[in-house]
């Protein structure tokens, strides 16, 4: 079945670096891909999206590009802030599935 | 207005209690969703209503049974649950289901603890 990949955790940063966190898919069909991210104690909020391979999704200085030679949706930012530190989850939705998660990274940004 | 809301937002109960966790939404989605998400995971799905009817159950266990009365309100009803199913239940909508095309939208979350 459908599966999303994300790189391991936790991601330590300092402020002002340069953010990628991986993310790859299996897909049988041509899936929607996403990324969400959740602060302390709240739900997840949509980040970004892509609907068909070549989009690039971006939205408060993060983007991602789907990538479906390599089956990739890594998500990148210039400049990490430290109210960029949440919980980022790679997900994934087709036909079939309304939505598959990876199992999260979490990002700590120092100042 | 893309909000989601969920109440109560702390919930605690013993294991003979009933309560409910309810979800609105104002969006006009015809897709609503339960997940369960236990700490340091991603969320689990529950159940997902199209059109309200239930058309995904997860293998829940019956202590949990889904409601949705109309179009834009989500009940999950709580009964005899034990210490392992204390965990953050979140609810989404999106415009439809099966289609792979949506995003969802989360609500807050209700943090639920058994005791």
């Known amino acids: 079945g459908d599966s999303v990949t994300q790189m391991e955790g936790p991601v330590t940063l300092s402020e002002e670096a340069f953010l990628t966190i991986n993310c790859t898919y299996t897909?049988?069909?041509?899936?929607?891909l996403f990324w969400y991210v959740q602060y302390p104690g709240e739900g997840l909020q949509l980040l970004l999206k892509?609907?068909?391979?070549?989009d690039k999704g971006s939205n408060k200085g993060f983007e991602a590009t789907y990538r479906k030679e390599t089956t990739s949706f890594h998500l990148e930012k210039g400049s990490v802030q430290v109210s960029d530190s949440a919980v980022y989850f790679c997900?994934?939705?087709?036909?079939?599935?309304?939505?598959?998660f990876g199992a999260g990274t979490r990002l700590t940004v120092k100042p | 207005d893309t909000e989601v809301t969920q109440t109560p937002k702390h919930l605690v109960m013993g294991m003979t209690n009933k309560k409910s966790l309810k979800c609105e939404q104002h969006?006009?989605?015809?897709?609503m969703y339960w997940y369960k998400q236990k700490a340091k995971k991603p969320p689990e799905l529950m159940f997902v209503?199209?059109?309200?009817?239930?058309?995904i159950n997860e293998s829940v266990p019956s202590r949990f049974s889904p409601e949705c009365p109309n179009s834009s309100l989500l009940n999950l009803h709580l009964h005899a649950l034990q210490p392992e199913d204390s965990a953050l239940y979140l609810c989404?909508?999106?415009?439809?289901?099966?289609?792979?095309?949506?995003?969802?939208?989360f609500g807050p979350g209700t943090r639920l603890t058994v005791t």
């Open positions: 989404a909508s999106s415009q439809a289901t099966g289609t792979g095309l949506y995003e969802q939208y």
């Open positions: 897909a049988t069909g041509y899936p929607s």
């Open positions: 892509a609907t068909k391979a070549d």
């Open positions: 997900a994934l939705s087709d036909i079939d599935n309304d939505m598959r």
């Open positions: 969006m006009g989605h015809r897709a």
């Open positions: 209503y199209s059109y309200e009817k239930l058309s």
